[in-house]
């Protein structure tokens, strides 16, 4: 199982302790409990920071689903930042239980990556994607421009963006990752007239699910 590096220095401390607590519980069976709870917070670490090979529709012609999760809004509304003009923004909740890794969901230029502190809001509500601690990453692909906003959780501290402007990117390639439960929202022009693909209360895929399609 592949596992994202920004996971390691979490990873190895648990499994060490693990270690650490079955070695002190073999002369102190108190301590089978706490160690049984550790065990499961190890295992966890390991769920959390995994990186599966994804695989899913590939082409201009598609935009793909930047993170696991569910998807908690789909809303038309003004993104000044990158975009310039009226957008339709399809937010995706993140829980702890979901992979954390976020792809690029076109393939293109990166023209933007800007971050900005904030709150730390509950990641699903409607004021997170305003107020929370986030990292915006605007993106040049084929259809025109897409924008992929990390945003931080209640739990979340630490956001990883990999690119930086001029890269090049592919769709589906890691963009970076969410510690500890997030969202992430993509932006695209009303006025590019993608047809969205995904219904509100649906579970996507990095990668793989089909967020929205354009015209031919």
Known sequence: MRIAPEGWPFILPGWALVLLGAWVARGSPWVWGPEAALFLVAIWL???????????PRGEQFVI???????????????????????TRISIFMSVFDVHVNRYPATGAVELVRYQRGKFLHAASDKASLDNEQASVGLR??????????????IARRIVTDGKPGDRVRQGERLGMIRFGSRVDVFLPVAARAAVR???????????????????
């Open 46 to 56: 390991l769920v959390f920071f995994r990186d599966p090979a994804r695989t899913g």
């Open 65 to 87: 689903a930047p993170a696991d999760g569910k998807v908690v809004d789909i809303a038309v509304v003004d993104e000044p930042m990158y975009l310039a003009t009226r957008a």
């Open 141 to 154: 692909s084929g259809q025109g421009p897409v924008l992929v906003r990390q945003i931080a959780g209640l």
């Open 198 to 216: 995904v219904a509100v209360g649906e579970r996507v895929r990095a990668g793989a699910t089909l967020l929205a399609e354009y015209g031919s």
